[in-house]
C-alpha cells in the first residue's frame, strides 16, 4: 500500500511542478502586463474646481476644461441608502467578487440564450468603472478589455476607492458627471441628503443618462426610478411601504444652477492655485449670499453703468467674510467684470483719519487742540472743503468727524506727506500717484493719489488691532502674515473714539442703538469729481469697506460718500451678529498746555503772536536703531521729518548738506551703509535739531 502510494505522489510531482510553474508564469505575465499597462486614471483628475467657504460648502463650481461638471466623490460623501440602492440594483455581490461576478455572466448568457437577443448584462461596478476611465464602443473586445481593466482595478484598489471612482464618473446627462454634481444640480443638496426617491433616481439615470434626462423626458425618468425601488424592495432594502412613498415624489423637472458666489475672488484663486480641486476659503458662505442680495438690489437705485464693492473682515483673525468685487459680474453695462475691489481708485477723504493719527504720535496736535479752518494757502495749492465753505476755529476731533478739508491738509503739512505715503508702504498699502508725479504732496489728503478698497480695509482693520496692520487673508492657509506698527495704541483708539461719534448717514436710523449693539466708527469718502464714493465701519470685531460709483470713471454728480456709501455699509452691518465687540473707549482729554493753542497755517507754530517753535526731528530720534538696508546691503530709502522752525529747512547727515526744503517738513534720504549717523535739520534762522541714530 505505501509502495502503491508512493509511486502516485512520485508520478504526479511532475504534474504539480509544471502547473505551478505554468501558474507563476501566468502571474509573472499578469504583474508584466499590470506594469506595462497601468489603468488609466487621467479622467479622475480632470475635475471641476471648487471653491467653498469656511464651512466647507461649496461657493462657486467651474467645469473641468472638457466642459464638464465633474466633482470628487468618495463612499463617505453619500446617503448609505443611496450605496444600498446602488448595490441592489447594479452589483449584488460587488463586495466579494474580483471584478467580474461569473455568477452574473452565466445568469446573463441564459437569459440573452432564452430571448434571442440582449435583455440583460452582466457588467459589475468595477467594469463599469473601467469603462468611465477608458471610454470604448461597446463591442465583444471592449468587453474582454474591461473585464481584465476591472480584474487589475481590484488588484490594485480596495472596494471603497473603486466606488469612489464611480461616483466621481458616472454620467448623468449632458455635461453632469458625478453623484456630486448631479445631487446639487437636480435637487440642490448635497448627496448625503437624499432620501429614497432622491437616491432611486440617481442609481437609475447612468443605465441611459441621455435617454433618461429628468429635466427632458420626466415620464422616463420616473419609470427608471420606480424600477430601482422594486428591486430595492426584492433585495430587502426597502419596505413596501418605502418604496410606494417614494414613488408618490415628483421628478425634478429642471436643473438647479451650481453655486456661482464671490466670482471675483474664486476666479483669482482658481488662478493662483492650479490643479487644485479644492480651494477653502475664510468667506461665510451666507453673509457672502446676503451681501450679494443686498448689492443687487441697491445697484438698481443706482445708474445703469454704476457698481458697488464690499469687503467685510474679522479683525480678530483678519479673514475676509465677504468679498464683492461687483454687483453683478456678468453685467457688462456695469462692467461687473472688473473686481473693483482690487481696482484703484482716489480715496477721497478716506485716508485722513491715518493722518491725524500720526499727528497724534508725533505731538503735532491732540483731539483737542484748536485749527483754524479757514481759507488757507500752501504755495500755490489751496484746498477748499467740500462744501465750499469755512467753519473758523474748532478742534481737532470736530475736524474729522465732519471731514472738514483745510485741517487734514495743515495736519499732512505737519506730519509730511512723504513721511505719510512712507508710513502706508510699510504696512503694505500702497499709494499710487497720478501720471507725471513722482512725489507725494499734500493733495494726498484730499485723495491726491490713488488705492484700492482691499487696502484701504487692510487699514481700518489696524484700528481694531491697536494699531498694528497685517496682510488681509482670504484662505485659510496663508497664516498670521507680519504685524507692522502704523499707529500708536493710544493713537488708533482715540482715532477710533472719533470716528464713532461721526454722524449717520442722512436718513439712517442706526440699527446698532436699537439693538444695544454699539456704536460704529464710520469715516466716508468722495473723490475729486464725484468718481468714487466710499464708506469704512469699524467696530472691535468687524471692518467694512464700501465703495460705489462708475467703473469707467465717469462722474456722478449726485452720488458721494455720506448718501450712496455710507447707507449700504450700515445695511452689512445689520447682517453681522450682534456682538461687535467693546466701544473705543472716551476721547483723551487734558491735553498738554501748548496742545490747546490754535493750529495756523503758514508755519508749525501754534499761532500765539511768538516766534515760530525751534525746529524739531520727528522721525528718526535719537538713539533708534533703523532697519533701512535691503537684502543686498545697499540703503533703501528713508523718510526724514520734522516740526518746527521757519523754512526753508537744511538736512545734513554727519555735517554734510543732503537736501533743502523751502516748502516740505520731509526729505527722502538714502542711506550709504550700516553704522551710526548723525541727522540734523537746520531752519532760516540757523536753529537745529539733532539725532543719532544706528543704520542696520
Do not use: C
Request: net charge positive.
Amino acid at each position: 500500500m505505501r509502495a502503491r502510494l508512493r509511486k502516485l505522489l512520485t508520478g504526479a510531482l511532475p504534474i504539480v511542478a509544471v502547473g505551478a510553474a505554468a501558474l507563476g508564469a501566468l502571474a509573472g505575465t499578469a504583474l508584466t502586463l499590470d506594469a506595462l499597462f497601468p489603468p488609466p486614471l487621467a479622467r479622475l483628475d480632470e475635475l471641476s474646481v471648487t471653491v467653498a467657504d469656511r464651512g466647507g460648502k461649496p461657493l462657486r463650481v467651474f467645469t473641468n476644461r472638457d466642459g464638464a461638471w465633474r466633482l470628487p466623490a468618495v463612499a463617505g460623501d453619500v446617503a448609505p441608502l443611496f450605496v444600498d440602492l446602488l448595490m441592489a440594483y447594479e452589483d449584488r455581490r460587488f463586495e466579494s467578487h474580483p471584478g467580474v461576478d461569473p455568477l452574473a455572466v452565466l445568469r446573463a448568457v441564459g437569459q440573452n440564450l432564452g430571448a434571442g437577443r440582449v435583455v440583460s448584462g452582466a457588467s459589475t461596478l468595477t467594469m463599469q468603472v473601467a469603462r468611465l476611465l477608458e471610454p470604448r464602443p461597446r463591442t465583444l473586445s471592449a468587453k474582454l478589455i474591461e473585464a481584465a481593466r476591472a480584474a487589475q482595478l481590484e488588484w490594485r484598489y480596495d472596494k471603497r476607492a473603486i466606488l469612489g471612482m464611480y461616483l466621481t464618473l458616472a454620467p448623468y446627462g449632458g455635461n453632469v458627471e458625478g453623484i456630486r454634481a448631479a445631487s446639487l444640480m437636480l435637487f440642490g443638496k448635497p448627496p448625503t441628503e437624499l432620501d429614497a426617491a432622491e437616491a432611486a433616481l440617481l442609481v437609475a439615470l447612468p443605465q441611459a443618462p441621455s435617454r433618461l434626462r429628468a429635466d427632458r423626458y420626466p415620464e422616463r425618468a420616473r419609470a427608471a426610478r420606480d424600477k430601482v425601488l422594486d428591486r430595492a424592495v426584492l433585495a430587502g432594502v426597502l419596505s413596501v411601504k418605502a418604496a410606494d412613498e417614494a414613488k408618490t415624489e415628483p421628478v425634478p423637472s429642471l436643473r438647479l444652477p451650481l453655486p456661482a458666489s464671490a466670482p471675483h475672488l474664486a476666479g483669482a484663486l482658481r488662478a493662483q492655485r492650479p490643479g487644485e480641486p479644492l480651494v477653502a476659503t475664510t468667506l461665510d458662505g451666507d453673509l457672502q449670499r446676503a451681501v450679494e442680495s443686498l448689492a443687487r438690489r441697491e445697484a438698481a437705485t443706482l445708474h445703469e453703468r454704476a457698481g458697488l464693492a464690499v469687503l467685510v473682515v474679522d479683525n480678530r483673525t483678519r479673514s475676509v467674510l465677504a468679498y464683492l468685487g461687483s454687483s453683478d459680474a456678468l453685467d457688462e453695462r456695469r462692467l461687473g467684470p472688473i473686481d473693483m475691489v482690487r481696482a484703484v481708485r482716489s480715496p477721497g477723504s478716506a485716508l485722513k483719519p491715518f493722518i491725524y493719527g500720526l499727528g497724534f504720535d508725533d505731538g503735532i496736535i491732540h483731539p483737542l487742540t484748536q485749527v483754524a479752518d479757514v481759507s488757507t494757502r500752501f504755495g500755490d495749492y489751496a484746498p477748499r472743503n467740500f462744501d465750499r465753505g469755512f467753519n473758523g476755529d474748532l478742534t481737532i476731533q470736530e475736524a474729522l468727524q465732519r471731514s472738514l478739508n483745510i485741517p487734514a491738509v495743515l495736519v499732512l503739512d505737519r506730519v509730511g506727506p512723504l513721511r505719510f505715503a512712507d508710513a502706508l508702504r510699510r504696512v503694505g498699502a500702497r499709494l499710487v500717484m497720478p501720471a507725471g508725479t513722482t512725489v507725494p504732496g499734500l493733495p494726498v489728503a484730499l485723495g491726491g493719489a490713488s488705492i484700492n478698497l482691499w487696502d484701504m480695509a487692510t487699514l481700518y482693520a489696524g484700528l481694531a488691532r491697536e494699531g498694528m496692520v497685517a496682510p488681509l487673508r482670504a484662505t485659510p492657509d496663508e497664516g498670521d502674515g507680519v504685524e507692522t506698527r502704523l499707529l500708536s495704541a493710544s493713537a488708533a483708539q482715540q482715532v477710533r473714539a472719533i470716528l464713532e461719534g461721526s454722524p449717520p448717514p442722512p436718513g439712517t436710523v442706526q440699527a446698532q442703538e436699537l439693538r444695544g449693539s454699539g456704536p460704529i466708527a464710520l469715516k466716508t469718502g468722495t473723490s475729486y469729481g464725484f468718481r468714487d464714493a466710499w464708506a469704512f465701519g469699524v467696530t472691535e470685531r468687524y471692518t467694512v469697506g464700501v465703495w460705489a460709483g462708475r467703473p469707467d470713471g465717469t462722474p456722478s454728480p449726485d452720488r458721494y460718500g455720506r448718501n450712496t456709501a455710507a447707507p449700504l455699509l450700515f445695511q452689512v452691518f445689520d447682517l453681522l451678529p450682534r456682538d461687535r465687540g467693546r466701544p473705543a473707549g472716551p476721547i483723551a482729554s487734558a491735553p498738554p498746555a501748548e496742545l490747546l493753542r490754535r493750529l495756523h497755517a503758514g508755519n508749525p507754530a501754534l499761532m500765539d503772536g511768538r516766534q515760530p517753535d525751534r525746529p524739531r526731528l520727528l522721525f528718526p530720534s535719537g538713539d533708534m536703531e533703523v532697519e533701512a538696508l535691503g537684502p543686498d546691503g545697499r540703503g533703501e530709502p528713508l523718510t526724514l521729518s520734522a516740526s518746527g522752525g521757519r523754512r526753508p529747512l537744511s538736512w545734513l547727515i554727519d555735517g554734510r548738506r543732503i537736501a533743502l526744503s523751502p516748502i516740505a517738513r520731509d526729505v527722502v534720504w538714502r542711506p550709504d551703509g550700516p553704522g551710526p549717523v548723525r541727522i540734523t535739520v537746520l531752519d532760516a534762522d540757523g536753529r537745529s535739531d539733532s539725532a543719532t541714530i544706528t543704520i542696520q
